[in-house]
């Protein structure tokens, strides 16, 4: 019998579903880690044109594996954002971004990267309540 390792994946059918051998989100440490999402719709898996419309969905995607564990993007502490075309998107990519996200802002790093068919993907890594603290009430 293996020993445990202290993580323990989430899983949401309200987010895509992942394309390989990885989980949707890991909690560890007292973070969230959730994988990179793309634009997908997770119930047609249409793609929205246009970097903004992108921007969006990719964030109700990650917000999904948050409110699996009863977070939301308030407790997201770091985001890591990639752009297919940073200098021509990353204005467009910005203004939708801040629709979602309250001050103070999480530390964001973005970047310039290959995506293939998408113009946008994000992954985040969100703050735990602590144990001591009261929080949501989370069904069993």
């Given at each position: 019998?293996?020993?445990?390792?202290?993580?323990?994946?989430?899983?949401?059918?309200?987010?895509?579903?992942?394309?390989?051998?990885?989980?949707?989100?890991?909690?560890?440490?007292?973070?969230?880690?959730?994988?990179?999402?793309?634009?997908?719709?997770?119930?047609?898996?249409?793609?929205?044109?246009?970097?903004?419309?992108?921007t969006?969905?990719?964030?109700r995607?990650?917000?999904?594996?948050?409110?699996?564990r009863?977070?939301?993007?308030?407790?997201?502490?770091?985001?890591?954002?990639?752009?297919?075309?940073?200098?021509?998107?990353?204005?467009?990519?910005?203004?939708?971004?801040?629709?979602?996200?309250?001050?103070?802002?999480p530390?964001?790093?973005?970047?310039?990267?290959?995506?293939?068919?998408?113009?946008?993907?994000?992954?985040?890594?969100?703050?735990?309540?602590?144990?001591?603290?009261?929080?949501?009430?989370?069904?069993?």
């Amino acid at each position: 019998m293996s020993e445990p390792t202290g993580k323990q994946a989430v899983h949401t059918p309200d987010a895509p579903r992942p394309a390989g051998a990885y989980s949707q989100g890991v909690v560890a440490g007292g973070f969230l880690f959730t994988a990179g999402f793309g634009p997908q719709d997770p119930a047609t898996g249409a793609v929205p044109e246009g970097v903004a419309a992108q921007t969006a969905q990719v964030l109700r995607n990650v917000a999904a594996v948050l409110a699996a564990r009863g977070l939301t993007l308030r407790d997201v502490v770091k985001v890591t954002a990639h752009l297919h075309h940073l200098k021509r998107d990353f204005a467009a990519y910005d203004a939708a971004y801040r629709a979602f996200f309250e001050e103070p802002c999480p530390v964001r790093t973005t970047v310039g990267s290959d995506l293939m068919d998408i113009l946008v993907e994000i992954d985040v890594v969100a703050l735990l309540p602590h144990p001591d603290l009261p929080g949501p009430d989370l069904p069993g």
